[in-house]
């Protein structure tokens, strides 16, 4: 099995910056996407971001495109979001996913870290 670890979350001003890191343990192939959720009060999961282990490439959610950059160290088995610009509706519970199938999350087989929040004050 996979197990994923996130951190890096914390409380920042609006127009801030912060760093989330994903630890992967476990065997993760060039097959796998690995993609960032994110979870606000109240509201449903929304996915975020995406990055291709075999490519390196990746694809953001719109809010984000421009402000968000992911990254991969597959060596390591890590992932980062940088988070620049932030606003407070960036606020929320943040999730990184590991999905097998290529899905950026969204396959039937994606293992889950557990959280890192993110708190955004205006």
């Known amino acids: 099995d996979v197990q994923l670890q996130a951190s890096g979350g914390g409380l920042v001003q609006a127009g801030g910056s912060l760093r989330l890191s994903c630890a992967a343990s476990g065997f993760i192939s060039d097959d796998y996407t690995i993609a960032w959720f994110r979870q606000a009060p109240g509201k449903e999961r929304e996915w975020v971001s995406c990055i291709s282990r075999s490519d390196g490439s990746t694809r953001y959610y719109d809010s984000v495109k421009g402000r968000f950059t992911m990254s991969s160290d597959n060596a390591k088995n890590t992932v980062s979001l940088q988070m620049n610009s932030l606003k407070s509706e960036d606020t929320a519970v943040y999730l990184c996913?590991?999905?097998?199938?290529?899905?950026?999350?969204?396959?039937?087989?994606?293992?889950w870290g557990q959280g890192t929040l993110v708190t955004v004050s205006s």
């Open positions: 996913a590991a999905d097998p199938l290529g899905l950026c999350g969204l396959g039937s087989e994606t293992y």
